[in-house]
Nanobody
């Protein structure tokens, strides 16, 4: 069993920053061998890919909508992934989820494990 717990969400003004964390645990879960991803779901919309990191952390991928503003990092020693979000816009408002899978995939349905999500609200 794998547990993913997001934290760091909140309310911020447009142009501000937030840093989300995703802490992973599990008796047989080897964090350093899993790709980790961030997704978001705005009210009334489908869940969408935000960004992801390969297991090694040497390759990261981002949705065009966040490229240049968001940065993913991971600390394999702490079993934690981060999402640094800068220059936030009202359209970034959503519940943000972290996910884990053996393979990196842009499609949400391909990911095996999910956190419960954390709300990010950006006011104009």
């Amino acid at each position: 069993q794998v547990q993913l717990v997001e934290s760091g969400g909140g309310l911020v003004q447009a142009g501000g920053s937030l840093r989300l964390s995703c802490a992973a645990s599990g008796r047989t879960f080897s964090f350093s061998t899993y790709a980790m991803g961030w997704f978001r779901q705005a009210s009334g919309k489908e869940r969408e890919f935000v960004g992801a990191s390969r297991w090694s952390g040497d390759s990261t991928y981002y949705a065009d909508s966040v490229k240049g503003r968001f940065t993913i990092s991971r600390d394999n020693a702490k079993n934690t992934m981060y999402l640094q979000m800068n220059s936030l816009k009202p359209e970034d408002t959503a519940v943000y989820y972290c996910a884990a899978d053996r393979l990196l995939n842009l499609a949400p349905r391909a990911w095996d494990y999910w956190g419960q999500g954390t709300q990010v609200t950006v006011s104009s």
